[in-house]
């Protein structure tokens, strides 16, 4: 057998990857070239490994299970829309692998069968006199803690019920005091909507990593009717999700 060369393969790019030669292992959940030197695949080349603390990462920031509503005014601005497909695809890897393959929130594993994955959310620190939105943390959700914490979106895709029954499940909130959470959670929300943010990525650059513009505030909520079309689709079709 000839030596496993790992690959930055973006889940857009896969199957031209696999077409290429590139092999999916499970357990590493990573796509590799049997051996050296596959012209097909060299597009792929791994790049370093992104470090498991980023330059000035607060990993303790938010505990537990909260809605955590993104501004309206910083929709389409997540580190994703910042990153090329690859840095994306290290990111996620570095974040699902020192979260030991497991929600921080839960300890849910992922489950094809249930439609549960592991997901990157990101949180943030709001500086409003300097309208400054700053990225301090990465961490690794599975599917059901996220949809909670964006439990606006998860709304206007018919997920509520769902969402707050996670909610109430993982921190022992009545369902009473699950809806107060989510009513003080939007109205943070619609404080921060009324601002423009400055978006802050420096823990991002300070590791190498190089970002692209995200989407202007006018074309944001173009693409995100387009985006809530797009996944309205994919659930009549039986796809997968986000």
Sequence with gaps: MGERVWLDVPFAEKDEAKKGGARWDPRAKR???PRPGIPALERWAAA??????????????GHGLFVD????TCWFTNVRSCVAPRDWERLRRM?????????EICGAVEDRDARRWLEAHERWVYDHPARRQTLKRLICLCTDCHTVTHFGYAQ?????????????RVTGMDRM??????AAAFEVWEARSRVTWTLDLGILTDAGITLAPPPGAGDRAAIAGETLRAEAGRRRSGGPGR
Excluded: Q
């Excluded at 005091?177 to 989510?182: G, I, K, P």
């Design 69 to 72: 509503l993104v501004p309206s």
């Design 31 to 33: 796509w590799y070239a």
């Design 95 to 103: 974040i699902t692998r020192r979260a030991g393959m497991r929600c």
């Design 48 to 61: 370093p490994d992104i470090p498991d603390l980023l330059p000035g990462e607060d990993r303790t920031l």
């Design 156 to 168: 206007v895709r018919g997920l509520e019920e769902r969402a707050l029954a996670h909610l109430t």
């Design 177 to 182: 005091t699950a809806r107060e959470h989510v």
